[in-house]
């Protein structure tokens, strides 16, 4: 198993900056890609950034060129760097982690970290 802790998050009025870190745990040789989610209240849970093990990456298109992902497979971990946020960048956000595990594929979550961005 993959376990993952979040950190980073909090309050920031538009336009500010934020970077949140996830830290992989457990039976880290069998990741795969690495990634965030988020889920705005009331709303489903969407991918925002991930990454693979090879170094590619894939943004949501509202998120591009403001976002970036980044992952230290030294460390297991994976980061996302906020810029320009906006109050609809407010939301839960959530790691997520697949990895492989026996011949099957397995998802891991982080416990959400919330992001509050003020107008």
């Known amino acids: 198993q993959v376990q993952l802790v979040e950190s980073g998050g909090g309050l920031v009025q538009a336009g500010g900056s934020l970077r949140l870190s996830c830290a992989a745990s457990?039976?880290?040789?069998?990741?795969?890609?690495m990634g965030w989610f988020r889920q705005p209240p009331g709303k489903q849970r969407d991918l925002v950034a991930v990454t693979t093990s090879g170094g590619r990456t894939n943004y949501l298109d509202s998120v591009k060129g403001r976002f970036t992902i980044s992952r230290d497979n030294a460390t297991n971990t994976v980061n996302l760097q906020m810029h320009s946020l906006k109050p609809e960048d407010t939301a839960v956000y959530y790691c997520?982690?697949?990895?492989?595990?026996?011949?099957?594929?397995?998802?891991?979550w982080g416990q959400g970290t919330q992001v509050t961005v003020s107008s």
């Open positions: 997520n982690a697949r990895y492989v595990s026996g011949g099957r594929w397995y998802g891991s």
């Open positions: 457990g039976d880290v040789s069998s990741l795969n890609s």
